[in-house]
C-alpha cells in the first residue's frame, strides 16, 4: 500500500526576503515501529534587496512525524513525492512538500468475541431446581411424613408425567432425608367449570331482526324478477310457430345515400322482423344491421 502525505509550513527570514535564486529539499524521515520521523531539510540562497546581487544563505531543518495504526512499516520505502514554495511577504517563505511512503503493509484485523455474560442454564438443571424447591416448601408447610413411600410415590409421579425425566440421585436423596408427603406434590389443581352465557343486548337483537328482515326483503324481490323474466319467455315461446324453422343471417353496412325503406326493399323484409334484432332508431354510414333470412 502506498500513501501520499501532505506538510506544509511557513519559514520566518530574520531579513528581507525579495527573492530565492536557489533552494533544495532533503529529509532525514525514516520508519520506527509503526510510524515514520525526522527532519524536512531546506536550504538556498536568497536576495535581500532586488537592487543588488549580493545573496544570503538559508537552511533550515523541520521536524516531521507520522503515524500508521495497525501497520507494518519494516518494508517502507520513503521518498518526496512533490515540493514547491511562495513568498508570502518580505520575511516568509512556506514550503509545500508531499511525502510519498511505499510498501505499508496493514495488520490483519482481530476481533475479539465477548463471551456471553449470562450462559442458558440447561433445562435439566431448572427442572432439577424447581423440584428441590418444591420439596423444601412442602417439608416447611407439612413437616417430614413417613419415608417408606417415597420411592413408590416419586415412581408414580414419574408415570403421571409430573416430574420430568431430569430428577436425579442427588434429588432422590435429597428428598428421603428431609421427608415429604408426596401426596401433596402430585395433586393437581381443580379448575371449576363455569358456563357463560352471553346474552344480547335488546338493541343487537333489533339490529340483528333488522339485517334478517333486509335480506329476506332482497330474495324475494329476486325471486319476483326472476319470475318475471320466466313469464317473459314464456310468452315468447307461445308467439313463436311451433314448426321447426333454421335462420340464416346476413350483416348490412349502411352506406351512402341509403335509407330503411331501401333497405328493407332490397332484401325483402319487414321494419319488425329487423327491428327484433337491430336498434331502428337512427341509422348512420357505416352501421352494421343484422338481416334475418328464414327458410322453412
Do not use: W
Not at 101 to 119: C, H, T, W
Not at 215 to 235: F, G, H, L, P, Q
Amino acid at each position: 500500500m502506498k500513501k501520499i502525505i501532505p506538510f506544509h509550513k511557513e519559514i520566518p527570514f530574520k531579513t528581507n526576503l525579495e527573492e530565492i535564486t536557489s533552494i533544495s529539499l532533503e529529509h532525514t524521515i525514516h520508519p520506527d515501529g509503526n510510524k515514520v520521523s525526522g527532519d524536512f531539510i531546506v536550504s538556498g540562497e536568497y536576495k535581500i534587496s532586488d537592487h543588488s546581487n549580493c545573496v544570503e544563505s538559508f537552511s533550515y531543518e523541520l521536524p516531521f512525524e507520522n503515524e500508521f495504526p495497525n501497520c507494518n512499516l519494516d518494508k517502507a520505502v520513503i521518498d518526496i513525492h512533490d515540493f514547491y514554495y511562495e513568498i508570502i511577504n518580505s520575511s516568509i517563505l512556506t514550503v509545500h512538500i508531499e511525502l510519498c511512503v511505499q510498501n505499508i503493509i496493514e495488520d490483519p484485523i482481530i476481533v475479539k468475541i465477548e463471551p456471553e455474560e449470562e450462559m442458558k442454564v440447561p433445562e435439566k438443571e431448572v427442572e432439577e431446581e424447581k423440584i428441590e424447591a418444591l420439596v423444601r416448601e412442602k417439608m416447611e408447610e407439612k413437616g417430614p411424613d413417613a419415608l417408606e413411600h417415597i420411592e413408590r410415590e416419586i415412581q408414580d409421579l414419574f408415570d403421571k408425567e409430573v416430574v420430568s425425566e431430569a430428577v436425579t440421585e442427588p434429588v432422590l436423596e435429597t428428598i428421603k432425608e428431609e421427608g415429604v408427603n408426596m401426596e401433596e406434590v402430585k395433586e393437581e389443581p381443580v379448575f371449576e367449570e363455569k358456563n357463560i352465557k352471553e346474552e344480547i343486548p335488546s338493541t343487537d337483537k333489533k339490529e340483528v331482526v333488522s339485517v334478517m328482515n333486509e335480506k329476506v326483503k332482497e330474495v324475494e324481490e329476486a325471486e319476483e324478477v326472476e319470475r318475471e323474466d320466466y313469464d317473459k319467455i314464456d310468452e315468447i315461446l307461445e308467439q313463436m310457430d311451433t314448426k321447426e324453422t333454421y335462420a340464416t343471417y346476413k350483416i348490412y353496412i349502411v352506406r351512402e345515400n341509403d335509407s330503411l325503406e331501401t333497405i328493407l326493399e332490397k332484401y325483402d323484409t319487414t321494419r319488425d322482423a329487423l327491428s327484433m334484432y337491430n336498434d331502428l332508431s337512427e341509422l348512420k354510414i357505416g352501421d352494421k344491421i343484422m338481416i334475418p333470412s328464414q327458410n322453412a
